[in-house]
């Protein structure tokens, strides 16, 4: 393998890998809060036209990255009163959001494209290339030479991991995650805090599904979300709930679904089917060798309410 294919192996795992790292930290946030939002396929979905529609609306494709956090937010927050708020089952629920995601998009861009749909195809963010950096040899043009959400996913892995870790909220977070009868006891209001990080969430969410439409596709189409909501939930497992991991196991999957363009170029002559299976099947025996080692929170997907 040269050079060149190495750099465009790498320039191609980043870029599969950004989508799954902005909802994979978002998601951490709500798990450490003892949440596990199954509905971050909806937000995604919901980004992902919230993006495309703002971007036309307003002819700029930043702008849409804000429609998009605020699409994939609400889907949260349809989520948040029912698993939160009321108690329900949050499998459950977040299955329910997810379905209604999908099928709500769906509707939405059948009613403004017409019955068959079309190829929708918005203002896209150009890549932003960072001087000096990029021209590291291999991996400067891989990571320095992206769309402006792959620089925000480098900034927010850091962040995120020092607010959980070494903030006062981080620790009510981590609390509400790991005991919310004691956290409660201790001044906590543990459904705001949860309330907050699914809210957080879902909108790292719908920046991603943003992502998708003006970074990475260039257009909308329907179910193009295409189950990265829950790969971004193992994500989040193979990253030990640690932001700053959680982004290397994201490139580490954006390398497993890259993989398969680079074994195709480099003339292997196998089923299509097996080059698109690699992605999942390095996932399940990563999540097999490392999860195992790792604990998630104690409280997370139970049930919890107030002491009356």
Do not use: C
Not at 31 to 56: D, F, P, W, Y
Not at 229 to 237: E, H, M, R, S
């Amino acid at each position: 393998m040269s050079q060149i294919e190495l750099a465009l192996f790498l320039e191609s795992a980043v870029r599969l890998g950004i989508p799954l790292a902005l909802a994979a930290m978002g998601e951490t946030i709500t798990e450490r809060s003892g949440v596990i939002n199954i509905g971050l396929e909806g937000s995604i979905i919901a980004g992902a036209l919230g993006g495309a529609l703002g971007a036309i609306a307003l002819e700029g494709a930043g702008l849409g990255l804000a429609f998009g956090a605020l699409a994939g937010l609400l889907v949260a927050l349809v989520f948040a009163v029912f698993a939160i708020g009321l108690g329900a089952d949050q499998i459950i629920t977040g299955t329910a959001v997810t379905i209604g995601g999908l099928g709500m998009t769906g509707a939405v861009y059948q009613v403004l494209f017409g019955a068959n749909g079309m190829e929708l195809s918005v203002p896209t963010l150009a890549p932003v290339t960072i001087p000096w950096l990029s021209e590291i040899p291999v991996v400067g043009s891989a990571l320095f030479a992206q769309a402006p959400t792959a620089y925000f996913a480098y900034v927010m892995a850091p962040i995120s991991w020092y607010v959980l870790f070494k903030t006062a909220w981080g620790l009510e977070l981590r609390a509400t995650g790991e005991a919310p009868v004691a956290a409660e006891a201790a001044g906590v209001r543990v459904r705001v805090v949860r309330f907050s990080a699914t809210l957080f969430g879902g909108a790292m969410a719908g920046i991603a599904g943003a992502h998708l439409a003006l970074a990475h596709a260039g257009a909308f189409a329907e179910n193009m979300s295409a189950g990265k909501g829950f790969i971004a939930i193992a994500v989040v497992a193979l990253g030990r709930w640690n932001p700053i991991i959680v982004l290397f196991a994201a490139l580490f999957f954006g390398a497993a679904s890259a993989l398969q363009f680079l074994l195709q170029a480099l003339g292997f002559d196998l089923a299509y089917q097996i080059f698109l299976s690699f992605p999942y099947i390095l996932t399940l025996a990563a999540l097999a060798g490392w999860v195992g080692k790792s604990q998630a929170p104690a409280a997370l997907g139970l049930p919890w309410e107030p002491n009356r």
